[in-house]
């Protein structure tokens, strides 16, 4: 009888996202590995568009909307699904979602940081031995690439202002100067929103930046001055592809090349790989946590070249998007699972000269 034993490092996503699903393997031990940091963990929404491998997710979710729009000052796209519908849930809640499916008698938590010395991971300088590593841990992020950083938060009104049955995934009505900018609206009722200002550039902006867009925005289209704050949430994520490969370990999670490096998101990813490791792991199949294809990241590098260069094109690029997209192609696209018509569309309804010269200067850098 087989006996395995798994270490997982980490307490976030990733780490128990996969953690969750070991229980479904007929022998192992499970080692925890959760560092020191976890209070520092704030809570914040996690958005996904409903897949199978997200079902749990969305079973549990906080909110789901079957419309979504992208807006720009020329144009206004709703996108509608009932069989994908955009999601949320609460990172402590999915986290304890997976905590209360661990099996406490084969799971051992070491609450200790896990440190890198010469290519082994050690914690509390003694080596971590087991039949499989998986690191979570969150890896050194590249220096000049395009970043994705947002701040926002839950507006609360008194008055109704608020359309609870549409998520505003993109707005564009909001300064462009900086870089390309969006607001990101998920009305939960009439009177409560996340409001979230996010912008793709390299720079990332003062604090003050983010509350003045969604301030002006609020009071321009909804007419709203007088609100309160809560639930603050702020991220960097880079828009780059993060390279799963380690020597001794298999990444997992960002570290792990899971973040889609056109968008940002990531969930959906993480929530594939790890189904994807349980699969090898009952199959006994060689172990390959690489989640995008390499169409997906080649045509990413494409758009994100675009971005890099001619931010002002934003706009027309998403709306474009939205346009020649129905609801349930742009879900999938967005999870990971465009066809190949849906890939095609996308190609010829964007700009054609930025992409050419983008898709040059991808091919024939280095
Ligand atoms: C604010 C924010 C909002 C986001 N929103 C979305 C969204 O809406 N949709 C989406 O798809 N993606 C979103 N993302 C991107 C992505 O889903 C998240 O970053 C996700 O948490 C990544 O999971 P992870 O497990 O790789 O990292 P994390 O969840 O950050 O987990 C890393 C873990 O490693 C632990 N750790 C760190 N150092 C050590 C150590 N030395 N030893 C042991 N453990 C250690 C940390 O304590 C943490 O538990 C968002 C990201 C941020 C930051």
């Given at each position: 009888?087989?006996?395995?034993?798994?270490?997982?490092?980490?307490?976030?996503?990733a780490?128990?996202?996969?953690?969750?699903?070991?229980r479904?393997?007929?022998?192992y031990?499970?080692?925890?590995?959760?560092?020191?940091?976890?209070?520092?963990?704030?809570?914040?929404?996690?958005?996904?568009?409903?897949?199978?491998?997200?079902?749990?997710?969305?079973?549990?979710?906080?909110?789901?909307?079957?419309?979504?729009?992208?807006?720009?000052y020329?144009?206004?796209?709703?996108?509608?699904?009932?069989?994908?519908?955009?999601c949320?849930?609460k990172?402590?809640?999915?986290?304890?979602?997976?905590?209360?499916?661990?099996?406490?008698?084969?799971?051992?938590?070491?609450?200790?940081?896990?440190?890198?010395?010469?290519?082994?991971?050690?914690?509390?300088?003694?080596?971590?031995?087991?039949?499989?590593?998986?690191?979570?841990?969150?890896?050194k992020?590249?220096?000049?690439?395009?970043l994705?950083?947002?701040?926002?938060?839950?507006?609360?009104?008194?008055?109704?202002?608020?359309?609870?049955?549409?998520?505003?995934?993109?707005?564009?009505?909001?300064?462009?100067?900086?870089?390309?900018?969006?607001?990101?609206?998920?009305?939960?009722?009439?009177?409560?929103?996340?409001?979230?200002?996010?912008?793709?550039?390299?720079?990332?902006?003062?604090?003050?930046?983010?509350?003045?867009?969604?301030?002006?925005?609020?009071?321009?289209?909804?007419?709203?001055?007088?609100?309160?704050?809560?639930?603050h949430?702020?991220?960097?994520?880079?828009?780059?592809?993060?390279?799963?490969e380690?020597?001794?370990?298999?990444?997992?999670?960002?570290?792990?090349?899971?973040?889609?490096?056109?968008?940002?998101?990531?969930?959906?990813?993480?929530?594939?790989?790890?189904?994807?490791?349980?699969?090898?792991?009952?199959?006994?199949?060689?172990?390959?946590?690489?989640?995008?294809?390499?169409?997906?990241?080649?045509?990413?590098?494409?758009?994100?070249?675009?971005?890099?260069?001619?931010?002002?094109?934003?706009?027309?690029?998403?709306?474009?998007?939205?346009?020649?997209?129905n609801?349930?192609?742009?879900?999938?696209?967005?999870?990971?699972?465009?066809?190949?018509?849906?890939?095609?569309?996308?190609?010829?309804?964007?700009?054609?000269?930025?992409?050419?010269?983008?898709?040059?200067?991808?091919?024939?850098?280095?």
């Amino acid at each position: 009888m087989i006996n395995k034993k798994i270490n997982i490092i980490g307490n976030g996503c990733a780490a128990l996202s996969l953690a969750r699903l070991i229980r479904n393997l007929p022998n192992y031990k499970l080692n925890l590995f959760i560092g020191d940091k976890n209070k520092i963990n704030k809570d914040h929404f996690w958005g996904f568009w409903k897949v199978k491998v997200n079902n749990e997710a969305y079973n549990n979710a906080n909110h789901t909307w079957s419309k979504w729009s992208i807006n720009t000052y020329e144009t206004k796209h709703i996108l509608t699904s009932v069989r994908h519908p955009y999601c949320v849930i609460k990172r402590h809640k999915w986290l304890d979602i997976c905590r209360n499916q661990l099996e406490s008698e084969k799971l051992k938590v070491f609450k200790n940081n896990v440190v890198e010395n010469d290519d082994k991971l050690l914690t509390k300088n003694k080596k971590i031995k087991g039949d499989l590593i998986f690191d979570s841990r969150p890896p050194k992020l590249p220096s000049n690439v395009l970043l994705q950083h947002f701040e926002g938060f839950v507006v609360n009104s008194d008055k109704d202002v608020f359309d609870e049955n549409l998520a505003i995934l993109m707005d564009f009505r909001c300064d462009q100067s900086k870089g390309m900018h969006f607001i990101y609206m998920l009305p939960f009722s009439k009177r409560k929103a996340l409001v979230e200002s996010t912008m793709f550039s390299k720079t990332v902006e003062n604090k003050e930046f983010y509350s003045t867009e969604i301030s002006k925005y609020l009071k321009k289209y909804y007419n709203l001055i007088k609100f309160t704050k809560s639930d603050h949430e702020k991220g960097i994520i880079p828009m780059h592809y993060i390279s799963n490969e380690s020597k001794n370990t298999y990444n997992i999670g960002t570290r792990g090349g899971a973040v889609r490096p056109s968008s940002g998101y990531a969930f959906t990813f993480i929530q594939k790989q790890a189904f994807q490791i349980i699969s090898q792991l009952k199959n006994r199949e060689k172990i390959n946590t690489k989640i995008h294809n390499n169409i997906d990241l080649f045509l990413d590098k494409i758009f994100i070249n675009v971005i890099s260069e001619y931010p002002f094109l934003a706009p027309k690029i998403f709306s474009s998007l939205a346009r020649i997209l129905n609801g349930d192609e742009m879900a999938k696209f967005m999870s990971g699972n465009a066809s190949l018509l849906t890939t095609c569309k996308i190609i010829i309804s964007m700009p054609k000269i930025p992409f050419i010269k983008s898709f040059f200067y991808v091919v024939y850098r280095k």
